[in-house]
């Protein structure tokens, strides 16, 4: 007997042998994976009706720092040197462990609501995330965030202590956390420390989270420093290769984009926080023609306010319509990939598509709404019209996070109000501390 069998709904498998195309079948899980796609009426412990809904592949955001919800809305519509500089850095030298796991647990919350079932995390304090992580029942790679700036013994405490979290965290909470390590950024680690980071990695079989050439500050300090472009001096040290998650990138040349696409560089498009920071606009279709293995994460929220995956894939799509001005570039079905298989295949994680074998990682999304009414093409509505709010249920590894849109996992009233009481504290020692 099955463990689950989702019933009537429109099935979007992502899977490229069903041509872009939505089908009437019975989605089968058994043993925290999808036994088959199909017409079958196997019996099953829990039947699901997916009637007026699209089954589809639960979003895989690949860049985010999960706790930064405690700062939504903290410090916005600064310049980015006052924003870090004044505020995001001041309030992270106040940050607990427990104001970590707390945050981190309210955005696990939000993610499973708005159809988000695995995500790649870079911050500080790892097992306060992978706890939170475990807790809520999702599946995440986590990174500890390295900073460096040149200093050797700092270098050394730094990847001491992002190599014990990979040893103790991999393969965690039945297999759903899985690790990475996590040099912050080309200009905020030595050249030095970056080889060593990826000598590590490699050694471990890990792959590496990093942010790469965000700004247009970088760029210049990179140039000034090294007489190139971060691209081109991690390309010197060897260090691209198909297990790097470059975050943002929005500052490349064509040259850049060819060694991207050469070494297999995974890349994740965060258009949300590149256009709240003025960061700039990544040249994302010019990857997408290379090949670039692309795909979407939200950044924290103090540098996008939410982690709705479907207002990523949206702006995602328009903004480089606009940039191009060609309104046929980065097509729906193009962003849905980038946000489900391009993302774990990102991860090295076996989801993003629902076919025999893979992780049973998939949501419903409601259709039966006044926004996406009517119904011309399902596909389209997923990216210009559909919410996070539209997603009804939410399974991770055969198991039901959010059914009918309630969390059966988590209590969303008392992670909000711990939140709330978490985030003041915080502010109050960072008043005090100041004075």
Same mark, same amino acid.
């Given at each position: 007997?099955?463990?689950?069998?989702?019933?009537?709904?429109?099935?979007?498998?992502?899977?490229?042998?069903?041509?872009?195309?939505?089908?009437?079948?019975?989605?089968?899980?058994?043993?925290?994976?999808?036994?088959?796609?199909?017409?079958?009426?196997?019996?099953? *412990?829990?039947?699901?009706?997916?009637?007026?809904?699209?089954?589809?592949?639960?979003?895989?955001?690949?860049?985010?720092?999960?706790?930064?919800?405690?700062?939504?809305?903290?410090?916005?519509?600064?310049?980015?040197?006052?924003?870090?500089?004044?505020?995001?850095?001041?309030?992270?030298?106040?940050?607990?462990?427990?104001?970590?796991?707390?945050?981190?647990?309210?955005? @696990?919350?939000?993610?499973?609501?708005?159809?988000?079932?695995?995500?790649?995390?870079?911050?500080?304090?790892?097992?306060?995330?992978?706890?939170?992580?475990?807790?809520?029942?999702?599946?995440?790679?986590?990174?500890?965030?390295?900073?460096?700036?040149?200093?050797?013994?700092?270098?050394?405490?730094?990847?001491?202590? =992002?190599?014990?979290?990979?040893?103790?965290?991999?393969?965690?909470?039945?297999?759903?956390? *899985?690790?990475?390590?996590?040099?912050?950024?080309?200009?905020? @680690?030595?050249?030095?420390?970056?080889?060593?980071?990826?000598?590590?990695?490699?050694?471990?079989?890990?792959?590496?989270?990093?942010?790469?050439?965000?700004?247009?500050?970088?760029?210049?300090?990179?140039?000034?420093?090294?007489?190139?472009?971060?691209?081109?001096?991690?390309?010197?040290?060897?260090?691209?290769?198909?297990?790097?998650?470059?975050?943002? @990138?929005?500052?490349?040349?064509?040259?850049?984009?060819? +060694?991207?696409?050469?070494?297999?560089?995974?890349?994740?498009?965060?258009?949300?926080?590149?256009?709240?920071?003025?960061?700039?606009?990544?040249?994302?279709?010019?990857?997408?023609?290379?090949?670039?293995?692309?795909?979407?994460?939200?950044?924290? @929220?103090?540098?996008?306010?939410?982690?709705?995956?479907?207002?990523?894939?949206?702006?995602?799509?328009?903004?480089?319509?606009?940039?191009?001005?060609?309104?046929?570039?980065?097509?729906?079905?193009?962003?849905?990939?980038?946000?489900?298989?391009? =993302?774990?295949?990102?991860?090295?994680?076996?989801?993003?598509?629902?076919?025999?074998?893979?992780?049973?990682?998939?949501?419903?999304?409601?259709?039966?709404?006044?926004?996406?009414?009517?119904?011309?093409?399902?596909?389209?509505?997923?990216?210009?019209?559909?919410?996070?709010?539209?997603?009804?249920?939410? +399974?991770? *590894?055969?198991?039901?996070?959010?059914?009918?849109?309630?969390?059966?996992?988590?209590?969303?009233?008392?992670?909000?109000?711990?939140?709330?009481?978490?985030?003041?504290?915080?502010?109050?020692?960072?008043?005090?501390?100041?004075?």
């Amino acid at each position: 007997m099955a463990d689950i069998v989702i019933k009537n709904g429109l099935v979007l498998t992502m899977n490229p042998l069903d041509n872009q195309k939505l089908i009437k079948s019975n989605v089968i899980i058994e043993d925290g994976l999808i036994k088959e796609i199909s017409s079958s009426n196997d019996s099953a *412990n829990q039947v699901i009706d997916a009637s007026g809904c699209v089954v589809m592949p639960g979003l895989v955001n690949t860049h985010t720092h999960a706790a930064m919800t405690l700062l939504r809305g903290y410090a916005d519509d600064l310049s980015l040197k006052s924003w870090l500089e004044n505020n995001m850095w001041p309030v992270e030298a106040q940050m607990s462990s427990d104001d970590i796991y707390t945050g981190t647990l309210l955005a @696990c919350a939000e993610m499973i609501k708005s159809g988000t079932t695995s995500f790649a995390d870079m911050y500080f304090e790892p097992d306060s995330i992978a706890k939170a992580v475990e807790k809520s029942g999702m599946r995440a790679s986590i990174s500890y965030g390295m900073i460096e700036l040149g200093d050797t013994e700092k270098g050394k405490i730094e990847l001491k202590k =992002g190599k014990k979290f990979v040893d103790e965290w991999t393969g965690k909470a039945g297999g759903r956390i *899985n690790t990475m390590y996590g040099p912050h950024a080309p200009n905020t @680690c030595s050249k030095d420390f970056l080889v060593k980071v990826k000598n590590q990695a490699r050694k471990d079989g890990k792959k590496i989270h990093i942010h790469v050439l965000e700004t247009e500050a970088e760029l210049n300090e990179m140039k000034e420093k090294y007489g190139k472009c971060s691209i081109n001096m991690l390309e010197d040290i060897d260090f691209f290769d198909k297990d790097i998650l470059a975050a943002h @990138c929005v500052w490349l040349s064509q040259g850049d984009i060819e +060694i991207l696409n050469e070494k297999n560089v995974n890349v994740s498009h965060n258009p949300t926080s590149n256009m709240k920071l003025a960061s700039g606009t990544s040249p994302v279709y010019d990857m997408w023609r290379k090949g670039v293995n692309l795909s979407i994460g939200t950044d924290g @929220c103090a540098s996008n306010n939410n982690l709705d995956m479907f207002k990523e894939m949206k702006l995602a799509s328009l903004l480089q319509k606009v940039t191009n001005n060609d309104p046929t570039v980065l097509k729906a079905y193009d962003v849905i990939k980038m946000a489900t298989s391009n =993302g774990a295949s990102s991860m090295d994680i076996k989801s993003g598509i629902l076919k025999e074998g893979f992780n049973a990682d998939l949501i419903l999304v409601d259709m039966n709404k006044l926004h996406l009414t009517p119904i011309y093409d399902p596909i389209s509505h997923l990216v210009y019209s559909a919410n996070g709010s539209d997603v009804k249920t939410t +399974i991770v *590894n055969g198991k039901v996070l959010m059914d009918n849109y309630r969390l059966t996992n988590l209590d969303e009233k008392l992670i909000m109000q711990e939140a709330s009481n978490t985030s003041q504290d915080l502010i109050d020692r960072v008043k005090s501390v100041a004075q």
